[in-house]
């Protein structure tokens, strides 16, 4: 069953990236969750080059997550990852949600992302 539901996301995340291409302008930022954790990348496919990276597990992360749950993190990442983003001159991105769901710790990463200025 789980390797069934994983496949299946797969499969979404495949037909998505057919459409779904970050530039250096505007970058692709590709979400992944694990049962404990949330990872986001912003890429930019036409040079092949990820330009910042954030995961739950980061020290940065961890310092200012409060530990009362994953959609809490979620949305503090979000938050740094806007901050690291905003760093880079990025102003705009394609939001790829990796074949899962807009809910939950995806839509609270997303909205973070969103909130703290960044356009998608």
């Not at 986001?40 to 530990?67: C, G, P």
């Amino acid at each position: 069953m789980v390797q069934d539901k994983e496949w299946g996301r797969i499969q979404r995340h495949r037909r998505v990236r057919k459409k779904v291409v970050g530039s250096a302008e505007r970058p692709r930022v590709v979400v992944h969750r694990s049962l404990k954790n949330i990872f986001v990348q912003a890429i930019d496919d036409v040079s092949q080059k990820t330009l910042a990276s954030l995961s739950s597990l980061d020290k940065e992360v961890a310092k200012v997550a409060s530990k009362k749950g994953k959609i809490p993190v979620s949305e503090q990442l979000g938050q740094i990852f806007a901050e690291q983003l905003k760093k880079k001159g990025v102003q705009k991105i394609s939001f790829d949600r990796g074949g899962y769901l807009y809910h939950g710790r995806v839509k609270a990463l997303a909205e973070a992302i969103r909130k703290n200025g960044i356009q998608f």
